[in-house]
């Protein structure tokens, strides 16, 4: 069973950057990728990035690439995601994701992914 714990979350005005955090731990058979995902009120939970544990390539949905970056501390099994020239549109719950088995294919899949965090709450204010 793996446990996710995100932190970061917060209010911030636009143009501001954020930094979010997701813990680890457990005791997973194995870690394919790790991935943020974020759902507005009203929206479908969306795909933001994800990380290849193995060799840390990152990829990013459309509307996140230029503007955040994901990381890993494999030591720590902890995963960021900087974010920065924030937008109202941005606001959301973002949730933390761990995928045990996966391909680049469908790695901004929600349903490739087998644990979840409880969520972080990132509000843009304009």
Not at 55 to 78: E, P, Q
Not at 83 to 102: Q, R
């Amino acid at each position: 069973q793996v446990q996710l714990v995100e932190s970061g979350g917060g209010l911030v005005q636009a143009g501001d950057s954020l930094r979010l955090s997701c813990a680890a731990s457990g005791r997973p058979s194995s870690l394919y990728a790790m991935g943020w995902f974020r759902q507005a009120p009203g929206k479908e939970r969306e795909f933001v990035a994800a990380i290849t544990w193995a060799n840390g390539r990152t990829y990013y949905a459309d509307n996140a690439k230029g503007r955040f970056s994901m990381s890993r501390v494999v030591a720590k099994n902890t995963v960021n995601l900087q974010m920065g020239s924030l937008k109202p549109e941005d606001t959301a719950v973002y949730y933390c994701a761990h995928a045990t088995y996966g391909s680049i294919a469908t790695m901004t899949e929600a349903n490739t992914y087998d644990y979840w965090g409880q969520g972080t709450q990132v509000t843009v204010s304009s």
